[in-house]
């Protein structure tokens, strides 16, 4: 939406555009501040809306830098006087019917919750919202001649969901727009008539926001909070209706993970918090930069805020920051932001007679129910004068017969007569239990009619109820005295925010009035003073381009947090894809990948209607279950089970589960180990005990090993007696008993058939029968 677009349909006169006002508030050192002995890096000039931030981390860098505001405010600065000079006219204007809005923005543990609601029980430190309250009621109770409507509404946005927090349990709530602005649907909304009520919801309220514990701060929001405020005023003599809006909203703190320590939960809540923000950042450059495309819907953050930020409200932003050098980056950022938001313009408007108000409606009711109740009252005493009537008539009559039969007088049935009773009636019998009936049938219908009467009564008395009627208990509530003094008040903040504005437009004109000084020194002097000027616009040059590294540093950083958000949500979804793969039958993801639409208006995924039958139920396109089969079984299982397909395994075994196990016919429990001869233990043992290399002894083995060798040793040659003398079976067991420990260093018996030691004769070598036993597990060949 561009940034200067109206509304269409928007009901009420229009101002000349406005400045979101933008205020700095700078909070005191905390103890741990002090006690880490980070020293302070923020002057504020409150006299010139001024703050000064001074570089002590990069000595190349620019030392101090800049920046005004509409207002600043330092660590000495009182919650009344910020609520006097900067809200009080905002307050102001919403009881006049325009739409107002108040955020509190910066780093966490700044101070944004202590300007927003301040502390609890303590009139000094008490906060905006409790005081906006006050403000409120106070006008109300001054007004005369005027009907008041209020509601509050209290809701945050907690990992971007919107939470009502009047009604915690409740529903889904999604932001809408329409012609008047945005808003909530099904939204609670508590009508309130004094400022006890107020602080009472308040206090609901804040009981179910999310709060939790960091290293920056012990009792950080953790969520967005807005408490609403709607005022519908009524001039009972023109019988106009204005309705004015405030928002007041204290936002969570942006943080960085190392600082705050946070992990897990915190760490999730901290990345959809400064996501939120940084799209807050976001649209506040757009504004700030007439961008034709303002990113409104990157948050439900910035959705709610969509008329405070280039709308018809009227909107004043506090930059909190803290003075400690420890925090100098994040302060620069949230200053440079608040910078940039002063650029943003806002079109309020007054919402005289929107077609929506609650109060033409309530009073409309009022009305109907007063003329339903009062034709009824008149009926109903109508019909009790007649019911009585008839009552009396009756004993009358009886009397007038009694008399008749002992000869009574023709006077008395006159004087009956003359009672407008007709001849008819007293001679009838019948016409009394007619009369009885009637009688017993208009009471009934009575009593129904009067306790429909009473709840109508009911009604209209909780109707006019909820509507306050102006200029009431004045006295109570404040004295003239105290009046005076918030006239004064306010006129002091008013004559504060001129003499600022004169402060502001002096320096600029003192600036001019050097540049013509400059113009009118002589031709070396202007030399000199070009010079000085060059040097002036070299520094500015120097810091603009300091800025813009700055600028990019930052833009990597969030870059670098962004790309670790998406991360997350990419780790998530192929988590949840892989459950899908894995868990969900294909039939049913493929109906979910072909039913599921997304609705961009309400931000979520649904399912496509199914489609209805002739006789208007629904049809289902369940498969049905197969014909001549055990158990139901879908076609498509079926189709599965007959392809070849390896992935439609689970649709082959049809009677899996009485499938019997086959059981192991040996279990470990069973096991023996192999029997080792004894010679071979013999061995081991002494190899054990010696640590030399094994020496096997085994007849059996070596026989057979000698005669091998003799074998191979024929094949080879025939000719040499002596060496086949050597591997003679008798002489076997003595050289197998001559092998040598290979760590000696000496050449071992066992070594005369090793091709590589023996010299070289010129004869063929016979080959080397193969390992009995690997020498990794010490045991050798003979
Ligand atoms: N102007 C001030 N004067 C005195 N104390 C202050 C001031 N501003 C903040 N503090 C103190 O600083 C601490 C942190 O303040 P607060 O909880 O309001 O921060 P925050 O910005 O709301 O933090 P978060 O974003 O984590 O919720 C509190 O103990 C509060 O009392």
Redesign the pocket.
Known sequence: MSAKSKRPGTAGSQTPNECVQVVV????M?NRERTEGSPEVVTVYPNRGVVELQNLVDVNKEQRKVFTYDAA?D?L?S?TTLYHEVVFPLVSSVLEGFNGCIF?Y????????????G?RGNDD?MGIIPRTFEQIWLHINRTENFQFLVDVSYLEIYMEELRDLLKPNSKHLEVRERGSGVYVPNLHAINCKSVDDMIDVMKVGNKNRT?GF?N???????SHAIFMIKIEMCDTETNTIKVGKLNLI??????RQSKTGASAERLKEASKINLALSSLGNVISALAENSPHVPYRDSKLTRLLQDSLGGNSKTIMIA?IGPSNYNYNETLTTLRYAQRAKNIQNQPIKNEDPQDAKLKEYQEEIERLKRLIAPQQQQRTEKLAAAAKKRVKKPKREAVKRESTDSATQEQLQAAEDEGESEQEVSEPESDKENEAEVAKSSEQLERERVENAKLAAKLAELESQLVRGGKNLLDTYSERQIELEKKLVEIAERKKREIEIQQQLELQEETTLEIRERNVSLEQEVELKKRKLSKCYAKYLALQQELNDCKHDHNQDLRELEMAQNELVKELKRQLLIIDNFVPIEVKQRLYTQAKYDEEQEEWKFAPLPMNADGKFSSKRPVSHPQRRRPISEYALQQAKSNDPSALRFKSENIVSYELDMPCRTTQEYRSPKVSASLQAVLAQAMHTGDDIDIVDTQTNSLRSRLENIINGNASSSSTTASADVSPTSATTTSKLVKSTRSGLPSAGSAVDSNRRPPTGRVQPKKPASAYPKARGLVNK
């Open positions: 508030r700078c909070r005191p905390s405010y660590a600065a919650q509190a910066g780093q966490t543990g700044t101070g944004k919750t202590f300007t927003m609601e502390v430190l709060v960091t920056m701060n012990e009792h950080s929001s953790r204290d936002l969570a703190g942006s943080e909190n």
